[in-house]
């Protein structure tokens, strides 16, 4: 990728977009493509193609997809997977057609079996049952990440999968009914703390285990990966070439009962947290296994600690 190379980013209002699209104007990028909602619907095939012929960008970050916490996931089931296959279609065929050098394709680790073994290996994938949850948004999730492979093994293109772990950071979704666990927690102990509540109150047992990674990181990561790596990088030697897609993690987890403790004392809420068990838990644990984007060359840098107090000094000043 040259700094003057066409680059475009689907969904850079979004959470990491923002922070791939604030990562390359750093590096030096300046031939961005950016379109907001309005000017491109990316589920209108149409628009997407003519989008692409004008535009002929070179390389891809495909970053935008209908996302959400375990309820959004659980109850907009039909929105999840109809809305992400289709922009993912659109974008990943478009970009076939006009000859994109290279595309980065997001996805999700909710894509592995909700049972899977701890740390995840990429070769986990479609070895045992999804989690119910979030099985729409998986299941584009797992069609995007095959796409890639087979647009790369039968057209000899350079599209690359990326699995990340969840991610937080600024221009999150605070919503309370859609957002996920941090970005909701943040807000809760806030305005706890405000109110002089006496408790907040935190979704589940507090028991399950996520591992969370900071947004800037991950779009480091993204644009270490679209400057070094190719899928051929990505290939043994295996007549059935499968699983090239990538982990992007931090490394290790903590219980959504440590996460809210963190978060509490960051905050300065000094009441109760309450346990909603009557909310769902999701998967106990899914932390991936990085070894493979390690032994690539790319580590993360910022601790949960560092990147929770930056986000909730992000939230007040959006406040103010
Ligand atoms: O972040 P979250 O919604 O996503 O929930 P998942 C993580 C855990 O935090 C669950 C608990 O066990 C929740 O019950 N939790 C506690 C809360 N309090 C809250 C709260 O106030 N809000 C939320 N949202 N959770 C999503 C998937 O799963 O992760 C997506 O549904 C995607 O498909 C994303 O993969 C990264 O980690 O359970």
Redesign the pocket.
């Known amino acids: 990728m040259k700094l003057d190379s066409k680059i475009f980013v689907a969904g850079h209002n979004g959470l990491v977009g923002t922070a791939i699209k604030k990562a390359l104007l750093s590096k030096g990028y300046q031939n961005l493509v950016l379109k907001t909602r309005s000017e491109l619907d990316l589920s209108s095939t149409i628009k997407v193609e003519e989008f692409f012929q004008k535009e002929k960008p070179e390389y891809v970050f495909l970053a935008a997809a209908k996302?959400?916490?375990?309820?959004?996931?659980?109850t907009y089931r039909a929105d999840?997977i109809y809305e992400n296959l289709m922009i993912q279609n659109n974008i990943i065929y478009s970009a076939y057609k006009n000859g994109v050098k290279k595309l980065l394709f997001l996805g999700?680790?909710?894509i592995y079996p909700k049972n899977a073994p701890q740390p995840i290996k990429e070769e986990y994938l479609l070895t045992d049952t999804l989690?119910y949850?979030?099985e729409p948004?998986?299941i584009a999730k797992i069609a995007g990440l095959k796409m890639c492979e087979a647009f790369n093994l039968q057209y000899g293109c350079n599209f690359i999968s990326v699995m990340p772990?969840?991610?937080y950071g600024e221009n999150d979704n605070f919503d309370?009914n859609t957002?996920?666990?941090?970005p909701?927690?943040i807000r809760?102990f806030y305005e706890g703390k405000l109110n002089k509540s006496n408790s907040v109150?935190?979704?589940?047992s507090?028991n399950?285990r996520?591992e969370f990674l900071h947004s800037s990181d991950m779009a480091q990561a993204c644009i270490y990966i679209m400057e070094n790596i190719n899928f051929n990088d990505l290939i043994n030697n295996s007549k059935e070439i499968r699983n090239t897609h990538i982990n992007i993690g931090y490394g290790s987890d903590v219980s959504?009962k440590e996460l809210?403790t963190l978060i509490k004392n960051i905050v300065g809420f000094d009441g109760e947290i309450i346990y909603d068990k009557s909310?769902?838990?999701?998967?106990y644990q899914?932390l991936l296994d990085t070894s493979k984007l390690n032994s690539l060359g790319w580590k993360p840098k910022i601790t949960l600690e560092k990147g929770v107090k930056e986000v909730f000094e992000w939230y007040i000043n959006q406040k103010k």
């Open positions: 996302v959400g916490g375990i309820i959004a996931n659980n999840f999700s680790s909710c989690e949850t979030n948004y998986a772990t969840n991610l309370l957002s996920h666990v941090l909701a927690l809760k109150e935190v979704w589940g507090g399950p996520r959504i809210a909310k769902p838990d999701g998967t899914k």
